[in-house]
């Protein structure tokens, strides 16, 4: 399994639509400061199901969408999508390339995407929690965030290995039925 394509469009700084493609083995982002190298790393988090705004280094999730700029008006929306080689069979669905894609409204409404069939954002959680990818993976350290794992409680530290382990996935579906 490996990222194929991301592509970006009015998510934070890219208002047109960018396409970045990535081949097997180490890709590197190179830019000056503000360039938006750390929003690429965001739009991964949050295509993958991201839900906290403060992860994404905004205070509301619509701080997503482009807000314009001198010369270019704020958008609608932000839409990201995600393109994974799937060949190997590491994600559980019969495809051997695989798009999630996620979209946010100004007015609020979201809508994410398999393969181009609508679907829920647990749908999308789900579909990537065993593979190592995800929401809370550990497998994207942001800038900053060393220290974080570094500094870890033991609470903490129980949670990165379970959700190495993939039974984070579980205990999660388990709260939920325990809340209902
Ligand atoms: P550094 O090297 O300092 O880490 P970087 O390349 O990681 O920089 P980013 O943090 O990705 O830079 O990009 C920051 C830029 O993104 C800022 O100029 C900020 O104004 C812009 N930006 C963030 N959110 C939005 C948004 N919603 N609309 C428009 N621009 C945005
Ligand atoms: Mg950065």
Redesign the pocket.
């Known amino acids: 399994m490996h990222l194929k394509t991301l592509t970006l469009r009015g998510?934070?700084?890219f208002?047109s639509a960018t396409t970045l493609r990535l081949e097997p083995g180490i890709t590197c982002?190179v830019?000056?400061?503000?360039?938006?190298?750390?929003?690429?790393?965001?739009a991964l988090s949050w295509v993958m199901g991201e839900q906290g705004a403060k992860s994404l280094?905004?205070g509301a999730m619509a701080?997503?969408?482009?807000?314009?700029?001198s010369s270019r008006p704020?958008l609608g929306r932000?839409e990201v999508s995600l393109t994974i080689d799937n060949a190997d069979g590491a994600l559980p669905i019969e495809y051997s390339e695989v798009t999630i894609s996620r979209t946010l409204f100004r007015n609020g409404g979201s809508e994410y995407a398999i393969n181009g069939a609508s679907c829920r954002l647990l749908d999308i959680q789900d579909l990537l929690s065993d593979s190592g990818l995800g929401r809370e993976m550990h497998v994207i350290v942001g800038?900053g965030r060393l220290d974080a794992v570094l500094q870890a409680t033991a609470e903490e530290r129980r949670g990165f290995i379970e959700e190495a382990a993939g039974v984070l996935k579980h205990r999660k579906r388990k709260d939920k039925a325990l809340r209902k």
């Not at 830019?31 to 965001?42: F, I, T």
């Not at 701080?63 to 700029?69: N, P, S």
């Open positions: 998510f934070k700084s208002a982002v830019g000056p400061n503000g360039s938006g190298k750390s929003n690429v790393v965001d280094r905004g701080d997503v969408i482009f807000a314009g700029t704020p932000a800038q």
